[in-house]
């Protein structure tokens, strides 16, 4: 099979290479999935990097997310079938088989059936930012309704999940973006309020918008500290997905008054039944057509050097590769 690969971390363009490969044998746990389309998010190139990782052992295939059907299934595998469509995250995650391939051998419990009425650039796409975004929302549809949510980011792709998550739920949304392409994207996915974040009391115009937020999605956590306490209802929840380069100083004393709770998450870590919660949340908007894909950009296997370096650039959308 042909395959991306990097033997150490560096520059996308001094590590990344196309080889020919054997087709991995699934383990008993496992199944063979043949990638029909591989979607990149921040933390791949950030590993290819080094920025979050050493050097693999031998090899490793990159990227967590991606789509396709089962070629073969595992001995002690059940639920899942020969022919099935899956969407696929986490495949990287302690594994060398990773989705930037023709075949990819991942734990099946990291690929999920996927409704036939789903395209693959959403089932691409899902992985790890609908997981990551269900996750911060709190994992619990029902709990959402009613409520009202802040998404910071509202344009990338964890944001735009949770727009569409929450407002799936009964939750009234706002977001905050940084340009109008981008608040275009946001009120695709079904924001109730978008503001611009780069002028003007953004505060001020959240709590005039909507008023105190019950839960907020967050990206850049100090950057945005002093937003999210000025617009934190009594008893907020702040779930924060990123880490940045500056740590954030936290203003304890109107946070502890509001009772507020900062949640930090990261998927590779989140519990088992956790992150099936979020599965099963996923899953259920998919089938009720409530989650789309953010617009594509897609390359061959063979430009997997230009698809990586587009992501670290910060291409807006989602980039994918056809292999």
Known sequence: MRAAIYRRT???????????????????????????????????????????????????????????????????????????????????????????????????????PLSDGASDDLGACLGVPALTAAHCLGGDPEALRGTTVLVAGGAGAVGHFAIELAAHAGARVVTTVSSPAKAELARAAGADVVLDYTSGDVAARVLEAVGPVDRIVEVALAANVGLDVAVAAPGAVISVYAV???????????????????????????????????????????????????????YGLEDVVAAQQAVESGAVGKVVLRP
């Open 10 to 112: 560096g520059a996308a363009a001094d590590v990344l290479e196309v080889v020919d490969l054997p087709v991995p044998a699934p383990g008993p746990d496992e199944v063979l999935v043949r990638i029909s389309a591989s979607a990149i998010n921040p933390t791949d190139w950030k590993q290819r990097a080094g920025i979050t990782g050493g050097d693999p052992e031998d090899f490793q295939v990159p990227h967590h997310d991606g789509v396709g059907r089962v070629e073969a299934v595992g001995a002690q595998v059940t639920g899942l079938a020969v022919g099935q469509r899956v969407w696929l995250h986490l495949a990287a995650f302690g594994n060398p088989y990773g989705t930037a391939a023709e075949y990819a051998a991942v734990r099946a419990d990291r690929a999920v």
């Open 244 to 298: 940045e380069k500056e740590s954030p100083r936290l203003p304890v004393a109107p946070l502890a008054t509001a009772n507020v709770t900062i949640r930090f998450v990261l998927l590779y870590t989140v519990p088992d039944a956790a992150r099936a919660a979020a599965i099963a949340w996923t899953t259920a908007a998919v089938d009720a057509g409530a989650l789309t894909p953010l617009p594509i950009t897609a």
